[in-house]
């Protein structure tokens, strides 16, 4: 499996932007991108994909490196319920995917 | 949004006694399912792949006899924790796949399991 690399921590204010990154240098041309986040004591949750284009949803954005190497993934305006970590995963296009969790990127919103 | 339901969120059990984690997808058919194990302060781990009416694919170093896992419908799979003990203590986290949508997978809420 394609391995991701993530700062272990970020930190960032209430209503400013937060750009998360994600190191992918081993991707392969069939590799989604996915961004997922878990909530202390919940299940993860989807945040946005892609694959070579950037990516825009209601919950955030997706910054897609055009070598496909990195990608980062933009909240606008973060709130304090955006305090998770945050999960770079890649995973085939096709087929029933495996999901391979890193240690991801926790994320802490100062109000 | 896809919904995905497990039952119990949390159970105490005594250690030697059984547990059966249900998970359900609530407004859609999984054709794949998958279960998690994610200890305090560490990342998830994929115990296995559940596909509904064929046996699951245990990751390497899972114990399918210790770990029983079922997907008897599209919108069920369950996981039984067999003769559990203290070390099986963990939050059990499922997920499902959508037929014919391979991009997203949609989690369950988690299972806290405490074995005393």
């Known amino acids: 499996d394609a391995k991701t690399t993530q700062p272990n921590s970020m930190e960032s204010n209430e209503e400013e932007p937060v750009h998360l990154p994600c190191n992918h240098s081993t991707i392969s041309g069939t590799d989604y991108i996915h961004w997922y986040r878990q909530l202390p004591s919940q299940g993860p949750e989807y945040v946005i994909h892609?694959?070579?284009s950037n990516v825009n949803n209601r919950m955030a954005s997706l910054a897609i490196a055009e070598d496909r190497k990195s990608s980062t993934l933009i909240l606008h305006r973060a709130t304090l319920r955006d305090a998770a970590v945050y999960y770079c995963?890649?995973?085939?296009?096709?087929?029933?995917?495996?999901?391979?969790f890193g240690q991801g990127t926790r994320l802490t919103i100062n109000p | 949004g896809a919904v995905v339901s497990q039952h119990p969120s949390r159970v105490i059990c005594k250690s030697g006694t059984s547990v059966k984690i249900e998970c359900r997808s609530l407004?859609?058919?999984?054709?794949?399912m998958f279960w998690y194990r994610q200890f305090p302060k560490q990342s998830l781990m994929l115990m296995a792949t559940?596909?509904?009416?064929?046996?699951?694919?245990?990751e390497q170093g899972v114990e399918k006899d210790k770990f029983l896992i079922n997907h008897a419908s599209l919108t069920l799979s369950t996981l039984t924790v067999t003769s559990a003990h203290p070390e099986d203590s963990s939050f059990y986290i499922c997920s499902a796949l959508p037929g014919g949508e391979a991009d997203t997978q949609y989690f369950g809420p988690g299972t806290r399991l405490t074995v005393l």
């Open positions: 559940s596909n509904e009416g064929s046996k699951a694919t245990y």
């Open positions: 995963i890649l995973s085939l296009i096709q087929g029933a995917q495996k999901l391979v």
């Open positions: 407004d859609f058919q999984a054709t794949t």
């Open positions: 892609g694959l070579t």
